[in-house]
């Protein structure tokens, strides 16, 4: 029902900046809450950020507190993630992904999302 399409991934210095993007079709995600996950080659998937159907509750694992911000345009059906001081350990294909049930609070739990994107490769050189 839902397609998500990443983009913004590239390759970036310590210390540089980027922003992804989440655009989704088929579906209006406006009330959807939606999250960020990031894989490395040999690891399971981890979550990253997560923003509420509204945008006013975020949640955002420990390690990239103060670095990474979650925002979302719902007139673009759109979903960001601002990273900034990336460290060499950001390094990860992201993901991005939908938890259809509406107005949820959004949760850092990979089983509870529906739908995921392709992913988009970051990469950070120390």
């Known amino acids: 029902q839902v397609q998500l399409v990443e983009s913004g991934g590239g390759l970036v210095q310590a210390g540089g900046f980027l922003r992804l993007s989440c655009a989704a079709s088929g579906r209006t995600i406006s009330t959807y809450p939606m999250g960020w996950f990031r894989q490395v080659p040999g690891k399971e998937r981890e979550f990253v950020a997560a923003?509420?159907?509204?945008?006013?509750?975020?949640v955002y694992t420990d390690s990239v507190k103060g670095r990474f911000t979650i925002s979302r345009d719902n007139a673009k059906n759109t979903v960001y993630l601002q990273m900034n001081s990336l460290k060499p350990e950001d390094t990860a294909v992201y993901y991005c992904?939908?938890?259809?049930?509406?107005?949820?609070?959004?949760?850092?739990?990979?089983?509870?999302?529906?739908?995921w994107g392709q992913g988009t490769q970051v990469t950070v050189s120390s």
């Open positions: 992904a939908a938890d259809a049930r509406v107005w949820r609070t959004p949760t850092r739990t990979l089983e509870e999302y529906q739908y």
């Open positions: 923003i509420s159907g509204g945008g006013a509750v975020t």
